[in-house]
Each structure stands twice: as C-alpha cells, then as structure tokens.
Nanobody, 124 residues
Framework: QVQLAESGGRLVQAGGSLRLSCVAS?????????VGWFRQAPGKEREYVGA????????HYRDSVRDRFTLSRDNAQNTVHLQMHSLKPEDTGVYYC????????????????WGQGTQVTVSS
C-alpha cells in the first residue's frame, strides 16, 4: 500500500493553468503501478480525469480534457504531475490521485490507494 498526497490546487481564472502533483510517501511508485486522477465537483459523482502507467508513461484521458491536460512522471521525485491548461469553470472540483496495478483503469472502484485531494476552483 502506498500513501499518496496531492498538492497544487488553488483558485485560478478561466483560461489559466495549474500543475497538480501527486507524491508517494512511505513507499515508492513501482513499475506495476498506474496513477489515476479523479475529480469531484459539489453534488456530483467523482469522475475520471486521466491516468499514467508508471512503467512506460502511457497515458489516457477523458475526452473533455485530452487536449488541455497532460500527465507526466518524475522518477527522481516519485511524483506524478497533472499539468492543466485552458482551465474552464467546469474543471472545478476536488482532485484526487489514486494508485492501481498494471493496467490503466477508468473506474474509481479499481483504484486501491487514494490521496486526500486538492481543491481546484476555476472562476469565470
């Protein structure tokens, strides 16, 4: 089990950019790991944003963010970054990172370890 911690969320104007980070503590990301990002807006279900496979940096995104968000990994810092550009008010929510095994998964039920989340607010 790996402990995850997100950071980087804040208030930003529409059209702006943010970089979120997810660091593994008490352990390291392993070749078998997949790190996913999810978000949850008030009153809405948690939704998948994207995921990256630690072994080869293969990425996958939900359609609405594919051209605006980029996932990357930093082996030395044991961190996954979510770079977000052209932010929209509908991107507002608490962003969570989570870890799964082996394959990229889009369902939150398939992720085992979760961080506490970081708030992203995009003002119009």
């Amino acid at each position: 089990q790996v402990q995850l911690a997100e950071s980087g969320g804040r208030l930003v104007q529409a059209g702006g950019s943010l970089r979120l980070s997810c660091v593994a503590s008490g352990g390291t990301f392993l070749i078998r790991d997949v790190v996913g990002w999810f978000r949850q807006a008030p009153g809405k279900e948690r939704e998948y944003v994207g995921a990256i496979r630690w072994s080869d940096s293969t990425t996958h995104y939900r359609d609405s963010v594919r051209d605006r968000f980029t996932l990357s990994r930093d082996n030395a810092q044991n961190t996954v970054h979510l770079q977000m550009h052209s932010l929209k008010p509908e991107d507002t929510g608490v962003y969570y990172c989570a870890a799964a095994r082996y394959y990229i998964r889009t369902s939150s039920a398939e992720y085992d370890d979760w961080g506490q989340g970081t708030q992203v607010t995009v003002s119009s």
